[in-house]
């Protein structure tokens, strides 16, 4: 079949897919996103494994450019948008006052899953340098899940909520230190890796330059270019500027800081709320994220979910599992309540940083490139970086005090955003 | 560099040349859209040729999916939501009573263009069956940028508007049948033909079938779908039900009936109109098509005209173009004129026809395949399609009497519209 015809009926299939999950998900009192990433890990190679249908063979013409490849590309664009989305709702100011806690979580964050699954690994009989690695692939958070239940549960704006989004921050950045050194220093593939600490050097100017053009120059561009584009002729020119320095910002994150691409485009999304344009631009971009790039986004994160990987090592990926939750849990949430947070709102911290993403993975697939992870091991803490996605919204609901949520639904007049 | 890298940069810059080249193209009184293609003619093989720079080199990893692959596909997807734009604003009432009028202006666009053109074609020296297909490639009107224009001139649900629109969609099934006719009747490269009327029937059976069950279940099936929406939990629900329908019907317009897939999605908007969440989906999905989807697809229509294809050929280019123009205008404008239409709007009909479209590159990529347009032939083809949408902006506005826009203004209380 048609390359575009796979596209046309594959994009209605995952918003319904995604739509009646949720809602399904949220009617029995389950979060929203659950339902979405569960809809996806159904249609996924666990079960239905969509991608493999006949029908969604490459057609010679699209050259080797598959249904399933598309859809990668359009959550991607989700993942970018969904996280300047996040940006947008973050309460400046509570971040501001977040940066000490947030620094303490990141790096407890950081060291304790990085130890943990490091010794449970060693502990199963790989080598120290494969089990350093693994450790250092469970490291990042990626903090897109967290950020959609927030919206959900109306805790964007909220001190955990702004504490959890400035560590996710904070956590890329150490993540990639980590990561670097890690391959700089463990001996792999039989390569004698020249000069390591130069190869760090440079890996920590490139982001140390990237986040201080970012913080310098990012505000006052923003503010300049959503200016300019109220006086533009056209429709929508104000939300196409925005999404302008989201993309923008995003590409400059992952060029020249070597960092994730969606913490570009946070960034862009909390210097939007600082112009007058922010009511405005974040009424707009809503609707495109909820019915259109989001649910695309959660479905393609469970569709890549293949627990048929774990046959034979349940044992092995659970107790991994279980440290790379843990690990978060406790290291985040020490980090916040030594820095003056509530026990409460510790552990809200801590599991809001349990996710992990597109950094665990593309850490994931370097190790197996360089040798450093077995394919094995490889297929494993995929599955355990994605379990990991599947879990958060859940726990997250129940990490907040009942409350809490009340008075936010009291506030917003109604039950219909609680999900 | 990494596709992913590219195609956030991409994204970005496409975005600001949009805005930006349409901003100017209204402050000098042209169209905004008409500033969109010419940001893409700027940019692509004419002039800039951006994919071919070294930094859109297609990286190993992604396989032989390059940049320029990925931003087809977007303006794809661009194209199906700004036909469901279009339906969600067309005039249902005016829409029933222009099925006359559209019918034969409809027929007189496909006409004209097909004898005017093949025996142009004839004349240039092409033998007979080129000659013709080649007029069949031109007869396929693609309203897409007319009903950009129309939204802009706020003239979508205007007289004209309506008989435009419904032209169009009888035009993609006349033009279909007649590509369908061409292929079936004219010997090509030497292949026998086998029973060319009975796959002529089986064509006209899938058409039919197909708009059978589009306007037999499409209506209540919509009505439904949105109805349910609304009690499902989750955040714009409605919109992504809307969604849904676009794409489902975009996709059976291009499986089951063989027709353009914008089609399915423009009927999709008109049936979504007949809801009572019109108003709410009109105004949700109009910031995702002004600043994203819309300036994607009308930018990469201006990067594939390439005009170096013309070369000492120009006056061959310039006669087809011509007749690709008048064609439309006089085919087009008879036929509504002589069905009790004004003589200015039957104008304003046959040059928002002008357009052509993915139908008539499919057209002409068929005639290649097939060996009934020769590699010379088709590059000028490809550029008169591309050519006549190029003009059609600007025609478009100068169609409309002066004080029917003065009136849309007014209305609508300031001239930030008129673009």
Redesign the interface.
């Known amino acids: ?5 796979q ?3 594959t ?2 299939m995952l ?2 897919a ?3 999950a ?2 399904l998900a ?2 029995v009192g389950l979060p ?1 996103v659950l339902g979405e990433l569960l809809a996806g890990a159904l249609l996924g190679p666990s079960a239905l494994n969509i991608w493999s249908l006949r029908w969604f063979a490459a057609s010679p013409a699209a ?3 598959s249904a399933e ?2 859809f990668k ?1 359009l959550a ?2 989700g993942v ?1 948008l969904l996280m300047f989305v996040a940006g947008l709702e973050t309460n400046a100011d509570l971040l501001r006052k977040a940066v000490a806690p947030a620094f303490w979580a990141a790096l407890g964050g950081v060291a304790l899953p990085l130890a943990g699954a490091s010794l449970v690994a060693r502990g199963a009989g790989l080598s120290w340098p494969e089990a350093i690695f693994l450790g250092t692939v469970l490291t990042a958070t990626s903090v897109a899940i967290s950020a959609q239940s927030l919206m ?1 549960l109306q805790q964007m704006g909220s001190k955990p909520g702004a504490i959890l989004l400035a560590a996710a921050v904070i956590d890329d950045i150490l993540g990639l230190i980590v990561l670097s050194l890690v391959i700089a220093i463990v001996p792999h593939g039989g390569q004698s890796v020249a000069l390591p600490w130069r190869s760090l050097g440079i890996a920590l100017a490139r982001m140390g330059l990237c986040l201080a053009t970012i913080f310098w120059l990012g505000p006052p561009l923003t503010r300049w270019v959503i200016q300019r ?1 109220q006086r ?6 104000e ?3 925005a ?2 320095v989201a ?2 910002l ?2 400059h994150a ?2 020249t800081g070597g960092m994730a ?1 969606i913490t570009g485009s946070y960034l862009a999304g909390l210097f939007v709320a600082g112009t007058p344009a922010h009511g405005r631009v974040t009424r ?5 994220i ?3 790039f989001g ?1 695309l986004f959660f479905v393609s994160v469970g569709l890549s979910v293949d627990v048929w990987q774990l046959r034979g090592h349940f044992g092995f990926f659970a107790l991994l599992l279980l440290v790379a939750i843990l690990g978060k849990v406790i290291g985040c949430g020490l980090g916040a309540r030594f820095n003056g947070i509530t026990a409460r709102e510790s552990i809200v911290v801590g599991v809001g940083m349990i996710p992990r993403g597109e950094v665990g993975l593309i850490a994931a697939s370097i190790g197996l490139a360089a040798g450093l992870l077995a394919r094995e091991t490889y297929a494993q803490v995929v599955v355990v970086v994605l379990a990991a996605d599947l879990v958060t919204p859940g726990l997250l609901r129940f990490a907040f005090p009942k409350d809490t949520l009340a008075r936010a639904v009291a506030s917003s007049g109604g039950m ?2 609680i ?1």
Chains 1, 2 share one sequence.
């Open positions: 079949m048609d390359l575009s015809l596209i046309l009926l994009i209605a918003i319904l995604a739509k009646l949720g809602a949220g009617r929203v050259g080797s450019m490849a598309v590309i991607q664009l970018v959900n584009s533009l002729r056209g429709l929508h020119t939300l196409a500027a999404l302008f993309f923008l995003a590409f992952q060029w691409a707009e971009v809503y609707p495109m909820h019915s259109f649910p219909d955003h999900a």
